[in-house]
T-cell receptor
Framework: DGGITQSPKYLFRKEGQNVTLSCEQN?????MYWYRQDPGQGLRLIYY???????QKGDIAEGYSVSREKKESFPLTVTSAQKNPTAFYLC????????????FGPGTRLTVT | AQSVTQPDIHITVSEGASLELRCNYS??????LFWYVQSPGQGLQLLLK??????LVQGIKGFEAEFKRSQSSFNLRKPSVHWSDAAEYFC?????????????FGAGTILRVKS
């Protein structure tokens, strides 16, 4: 089945540690996105990539980093510089670099204490 | 800048009653509009989309939405709500190359269904 997988579902880290969230898609989509979701705030774009080896900052990129070495993979690293990292993180992909519907993974809930 | 407003944070309807979720957008050109649904702790599922053409669009699960340019609105409707429709609903707008073809999401409306 084609789709987007995110792992793990739940992630716990101590403050000051970097953590990497995985996102893999087998839809052959060109574009991939990372969003952060907090209660009552909708989805906010962290980073996006429209093609392999290229990515752009979204609205809240500070404290995060990404890479796009393969078309199917777009991992997100939450660094110790992110002041409030506890949140629900969603990965999405779309088939082109224009406006296409985005397909979402199941999400990773990160808790930092 | 493009933006989306969903005026209702929570809505409660009785099972079998009709539903309308409001969405207003701010955008300089013809927008691309989407409605997504999210169950607790899950990802988002696309319900329907509007790109052009007929302003009344049909989606999955019996949902429909109407694009009204004069009101900058894209409200979601369902004639008869089922208990399984309880979820959070997000409206999104996109379409400008100026903004990197990104989507902007509203804050969401939580739908509760009472029996």
């Amino acid at each position: 089945d084609g789709g987007i997988t995110q792992s793990p579902k739940y992630l716990f880290r101590k403050e000051g540690q970097n953590v990497t969230l995985s996102c893999e898609q087998n839809l052959n989509h060109d574009a991939m996105y990372w969003y952060r979701q907090d209660p009552g705030q909708g989805l906010r774009l962290i980073y996006y990539s429209q093609i392999v080896n290229d990515f752009q900052k979204g609205d809240i990129a500070e404290g995060y980093s990404v890479s796009r070495e393969k078309k199917e993979s777009f991992p997100l690293t939450v660094t110790s510089a992110q002041k409030n990292p506890t949140a629900f993180y969603l990965c999405a992909s779309s088939s082109g670099t224009g406006i296409y519907e985005q397909y979402f993974g199941p999400g990773t809930r990160l808790t930092v204490t | 800048a493009q933006s989306v407003t969903q005026p209702d944070i929570h809505i409660t309807v009785s099972e079998g009653a009709s539903l309308e979720l409001r969405c207003n957008y701010s955008y300089g050109a013809t927008p691309y509009l989407f409605w997504y649904v999210q169950s607790p702790g899950q990802g988002l599922q696309l319900l329907l989309k509007y790109f052009s053409g007929d302003t009344l669009v049909q989606g999955i699960k019996g949902f429909e939405a109407e694009f009204k340019r004069s009101q900058s609105s894209f409200n979601l409707r369902k004639p008869s709500v089922h208990w399984s429709d309880a979820a959070e609903y997000f409206c999104a707008v996109g379409g400008s190359m100026e903004y990197g073809n990104k989507l902007v999401f509203g804050a969401g409306t939580i739908l509760r269904v009472k029996s």
